[in-house]
């Protein structure tokens, strides 16, 4: 993670410094602009001191210039198989949607709907074939 930050640090202080220039040159006649670029160089600068915090407390085996191959092997992570739930949960919001356009009574079948569809997206890990 030490090379990370690295990365977001000049686009920090890109924006910061375009941002200053720009709001210079346009005497604050747009302010839209100048909030946007100093926004924009305050948000990269949150997630760079976040990567340069979290770089010092992990230690990983690409930050070092001696590691192995081996050294990076272990568990990569959960991978979830394919579901059929999002796209129960994709309907249901299409019926919450288009009932303000046909009737409210949609609504509340997407509702009734939604409970379903997320319990069945939430629970799935706990029934079945992929139960842990």
Do not use: C, N, Q
Request: charged share 15%; hydrophobic share 50%; proline share 5%.
């Amino acid at each position: 993670m030490t090379t990370e930050w690295k990365v977001f640090a000049p686009l920090t202080l890109f924006f910061l410094i375009v941002g200053s220039v720009y709001g210079y040159f346009t005497r604050l006649s747009e302010p839209i602009g100048l909030i946007a670029l100093l926004l924009a160089g305050v948000l990269l600068g949150m997630i760079t001191v976040y990567l340069a915090i979290t770089s010092r407390k992990i230690d990983r085996p690409e930050d070092k210039p001696d590691a192995e191959i081996a050294d990076g092997a272990g568990e990569l992570g959960f991978f979830p198989a394919s579901s059929i739930w999002p796209l129960w949960t994709a309907l249901t919001m299409v019926l919450i949607v288009l009932g303000p356009v046909f009737g409210w009574w949609i609504s509340l079948l997407g509702l009734g709907m939604g409970i379903w569809s997320l319990t069945g997206w939430v629970y799935e890990y706990y029934r079945g074939d992929y139960k842990h």
